[in-house]
């Protein structure tokens, strides 16, 4: 008796769970096509071998979560100024600009819609953090999204991650 492994017939089993900025990041990292005409997006099937290939060629699920944590760390810390040359430097290293950066997000949100669509339930809790602050004396709560926490848990930045 032979055994065949039947595939999915779900094409967003296994990348459900990303927020879009996580999708994104997996396009950049894919063989997506950079140019491409504004609302031509291609099959969601295309779209998800793109997300998935990505994530391999970043080393893991875990890894494009540390590169997105640390672009919405790095856009926290500079909303709102002019970048210094080091800070633009550092901006196009992350991937946060250009051409295949807009195209990866317009293709993310294209694929997050089109989850909807197909009534794939995406819930994105928060935590909230209390500490307290000794120079003012008070507790300060802290709302982070549930997914930072499950993936810096998840393993130690040696697992694909540069820390």
Known sequence: MSTRQVKSSNPF??????????LAVALCASDMPTDGAPGNYGSVEQITAWVRQGITRMGGER?????????????????GRNLTPQERTEANRLGLSGKRADRAGALAFHLMNEMDKAGV???FPKVKLESYDPFSGCTVITEIPA????????GSAGAGVAA
Request: aromatic share 10%.
């Open 13 to 22: 089993d296994g990348i459900s769970a990303m927020p879009a900025s996580e």
């Open 63 to 79: 890894a494009v979560w540390w590169h997105d944590y640390r672009q919405r760390q790095f856009i926290g810390a500079t909303l």
């Open 121 to 123: 339930v995406r819930s």
């Open 147 to 154: 997914r930072d926490l499950e993936m810096s848990r998840r």
